[in-house]
């Protein structure tokens, strides 16, 4: 673990050089056990990865002070702290292919049926790493091996938001209309990112997200709801 | 009220910022340039975050249709109200009827546009800010158009004041902005950190209010560009593949996979902000200390700024 001064204003608390739930989730606890303590200083915390961004007002505390004020947390960052997450769910239509325009393509890629690859993509559970890049967009971790596929060679200008793609190990929701190089294999109605709703938005980091498979009709219906503000998402 | 006749290329409302959303991907938002915002503000006799309007590169012209005081600040561009000149970094008291027009900037690219009272919309998350990438506060979340209308909140006409000349930013010569090494300094080359601080970097005309993008001698990197994404701090210097500069702003991204050689100190964010496509600047570094000096150094020169006017 090492902090990196990030300018005046933040400190950049770096954990392992790795990829993994036992790293992020020590990034995540590090971040809820500032905000429960109300560190002196602290204005707002960004988990990453394996890495906190803490921003400060140097006004309220100094560098050194921060940096051993965060170094007495560490030995309590773990799971143990951590609130029970949240378990979000994303109806997501995929046997449309106005919606999941490459799922055919990504199945043949990856030697597997279409009905097999919604199986697959549809019945594992993912966990939000961090929410970053664009607003509510969710870093998920959880997908299948045997989903793993190259990013596409050329990827999209435009991606609709509610997208929902595969890439490497990676699964990913697009919350905002980007472009982008996954494999989109169908969308949800759903809005991860709604500037106009009171709460803009869905997914926080450490959530827990399962894909619900519907058809057309159903995505429509939602839709509709979404649009007149009286869906509420499933939420345990 | 104010009724906007001709918006500018993208005059957009702003206080001082959106704070606790990162962590959900939304930028803070606000003033590019923070110091003339607030000196803005104050002129009118408002707090420090009332919102207010930032002007690009070409200013406003609109119409008050009650009393009120207002500044500008920022870029120099030439001010008429009612036809008449009136300085910038001044209070200027309005009557009902009055227009007020701001020119194209002869220095500088953002202007700010304070009201007595402070612009009356709902914030939202927290803050009156516009997002425009996102769509967010604001109004509607988007730049001004022709024929908006703002609300003023009512208050007192303020005492006029203007801001001391020693505390006007100078945006016009090659400015050297400060900066703290890093959080990934050790990802480049000996010479890749010597180049940042040893050249002058031109501004680019396709930067906004999400980066700066600069052009100059390549910063090279020692072992490749691309880091495990981690969050990205007001002012982040991200230098991709081709080895030129960005320096990250107020509409920026939250996270990012690049590197980043260092970090523009909040302080002088401003003056990034307010040089010209063509223009250039220099970086010199300083330590963590050295920068929370000039900090409290730049939070002086504030304090202290304001001079009364003698009529």
């Known amino acids: 673990m090492r902090f990196l001064p990030a300018g005046d204003l933040a400190v950049l608390v770096e954990f392992d050089e790795e990829i993994s739930v036992e790293v992020n989730t020590r990034v995540r606890a590090l971040e809820f056990l500032i905000q429960q303590k109300a560190l002196t200083g602290v204005v707002e915390t960004v988990p990453t990865f394996r890495a906190l961004l803490v921003y400060y007002d140097p006004r309220a505390v100094g560098y050194d002070a921060l940096c051993a004020a965060i170094t007495e947390l560490l030995p309590q960052a773990t799971t143990a702290v951590l609130p029970p997450s949240r378990l979000v769910e994303l109806p997501c239509c995929y046997d449309d292919p106005e919606l999941g325009f490459d799922l055919a393509a990504a199945a043949e890629r990856l030697g597997l049926s279409t009905a097999e690859l919604v199986r697959l993509h549809s019945t594992a559970e993912y966990l939000v790493y961090f929410i970053g890049f664009t607003p509510g967009l969710p870093y998920m971790t959880g997908m299948p091996d045997r989903l793993q596929i190259a990013r596409l060679d050329t990827p999209r200008v435009r991606v609709p938001a509610g997208s929902v793609g595969i890439g490497g190990i990676q699964c990913c929701v697009y919350s905002v209309e980007s472009p982008g190089g996954f494999w989109v294999l169908g969308r949800t109605p759903l809005r991860l990112y709604d500037p106009d709703a009171p709460e803009p938005i869905l997914l926080r980091p450490g959530d827990r997200v399962s894909f619900r498979a519907i058809d057309r009709r159903e995505y429509d219906r939602i839709a509709a709801r979404v649009d007149a503000r009286t869906y509420r998402p499933v939420i345990t | ?311």
């Open chain 2, 1 to 311: 009220m104010i009724r906007l006749l001709d918006p500018g290329p993208q005059t957009t409302i702003q206080d001082l910022g959106r704070f606790g959303q990162l962590r959900y991907g939304i930028p803070p938002s606000g003033p590019v340039d923070r110091l003339a915002f607030v000196l803005a503000n104050r002129l009118v006799g408002n707090p420090d975050g009332a919102a207010a309007l930032e002007c690009t590169l070409i200013g406003p012209r609109f119409e008050v249709d009650g009393p009120c005081a207002i500044a500008v600040t920022g870029a120099d561009m030439p001010v008429t109200v009612d036809g008449r000149e009136a300085p910038g970094w001044t209070t200027l008291v309005v009557r009902p009827g009055d227009v007020v027009k701001l020119g194209p900037a002869r220095v500088g690219v953002r202007s700010y546009i304070a009201f007595s009272g402070g612009l009356d919309l709902p914030p939202v998350m927290g803050s009156r800010s516009t997002y425009l990438r996102g769509r967010l506060g604001g109004l509607e979340g988007r730049a001004l158009r022709k024929e908006d209308r703002l609300r003023v909140f009512a208050a007192p006409m303020p005492r006029p004041r203007r801001v001391a000349r020693r505390a006007v930013p100078a945006y016009g010569s090659e400015p050297t902005i400060r900066v703290v090494l890093g959080p990934q300094a050790d990802r480049f080359t000996r010479a890749g950190v010597g180049a940042l601080l040893g050249n002058a970097y031109e501004m680019l005309p396709q930067s906004d209010r999400m980066g700066a993008r600069l052009s100059g001698e390549r910063i090279t990197h020692s072992r490749g560009h691309d880091i495990i994404s981690d969050g990205i701090a007001l002012g982040a210097i991200q230098v991709p593949g081709d080895g030129q500069p960005i320096v990250l702003l107020v509409d920026r991204q939250s996270t990012g996979g690049y590197t980043k050689v260092a970090t523009v100190c909040s302080f002088d964010i401003g003056r990034v902000g307010q040089v010209r496509p063509g223009q250039s600047l220099r970086f010199r570094a300083v330590t963590v200390d050295e920068a929370h000096r000039l900090l409290r150094e730049a939070d002086t020169v504030l304090e202290t700024g304001l001079r009364e006017e003698i009529a």
